[in-house]
């Protein structure tokens, strides 16, 4: 069974910068993209960012963008978000996911909280 397991969430000022991880139970080398994705109180979960990992390929949401950084890193079956410069708009619990193929999103981590107070 495939175990995403996140950290480094927290409460942190607006302006201020966490980063968080999330670290795999499997060869990520043979899957197809690792991704971060958050959900605020009373909204439907959104996608933030992901890397792909053949192609190093970074996307990110249009609200993220220039602020967070996705990487991976297939040695450690590891993938992270750099988040600088949060507002309060950011609040919400942050999901690692992983697709093995393109498109499919199949495995979930457990959420860790980021609270962005202003």
Known sequence: QVQLVES????VQAG???RLSCAASIRT???YAMG???QA???EREFVAAVIWRSGITRYADSVK???TV???NAKNAAYLQM???RPEDTAVYYCALAPLAGKWDYWGQGTQVTVSS
């Open 8 to 11: 480094g969430g927290g409460l």
């Open 16 to 18: 201020g910068s966490l």
């Open 29 to 31: 080398f043979s899957t």
């Open 36 to 38: 971060w994705f958050r």
């Open 41 to 43: 109180p009373g909204k």
């Open 66 to 68: 220039g602020r967070f």
């Open 71 to 73: 990487s991976g890193d």
């Open 84 to 86: 600088i410069s949060l």
